[in-house]
């Protein structure tokens, strides 16, 4: 009955994935620095912690924290990548380097760093076959990007809310370029969803829990 139970949430999910619509989304205001790399999206997530610390000690905690202060990353991580061993990126990241590092070193591209205010970064989750090269900031920028690409893009954006007291944000954003890079990826995205937001509010309890200590 369990097993019948799980194929069948399985085959609804798959179903889901192929024929539910991603609709574009636009920013309300563009008051932040991932909406001049990010003002079109289809699939976003957003997470928020209230830190007791300054905004200066928050953002240094961001470039600071490590893969294994996070909690169930490095678990979630080996069941993303199916335990296979791959060269260091943020699905592979060691004890010893801050994680912010290993993604710019591993295929992520430094969008904004706006001291102790915003940090963007950005990544290809998708390209078309035969397509190479790393990501550019240009590239995010672009009005017409080739159809078959999938770009994130991440941020860590900060804002004051009284003396010593900080509100952390992170928001993801994808942009698939067409139709059929949207429904590629809305499969991948219904299934990872769960295990990646998981990894953002440990990612925030982390940041929160170095700015403090």
Request: net charge positive.
């Amino acid at each position: 009955m369990y097993g019948s139970l799980c194929l069948y949430g399985g085959l609804v999910l798959f179903i889901a994935g192929l024929v539910l619509p991603a609709l574009p989304s636009r920013p309300l205001h563009g008051r932040s620095r991932l909406d001049e790399f990010m003002p079109v999206w289809q699939f976003n997530e957003v997470h928020t912690i209230r830190i007791a610390a300054p905004s200066d000690t928050v953002f240094a905690a961001i470039r600071q924290v490590r893969a294994d202060e996070i909690f169930l990353f490095r678990t979630l991580t080996w069941i993303r990548r199916g335990g296979r061993a791959m060269p260091r990126n943020i699905l592979a990241a060691g004890a010893r380097e801050p994680l912010i590092d290993v993604a710019l070193a591993g295929g992520f591209v430094k969008l904004a760093d706006d001291a102790s205010h915003e940090l963007v970064i950005g990544c290809i989750v998708a390209r078309p076959s035969g397509a190479a090269g790393k990501p550019s900031p240009e590239m995010f920028q672009t009005a017409r990007l080739p159809p078959g690409f999938a770009l994130a893009a991440m941020n860590f954006r900060l804002t004051a809310e009284g003396p010593g007291v900080t509100r952390l944000t992170t928001e993801t954003r994808v942009f698939a370029s067409s139709p059929s890079a949207r429904r590629r990826f809305a499969l991948y995205w219904r299934v990872i969803y769960p295990g990646s937001a998981l990894i953002r509010r440990m990612w925030l309890r982390a940041i929160a829990r170095r700015a403090t200590s």
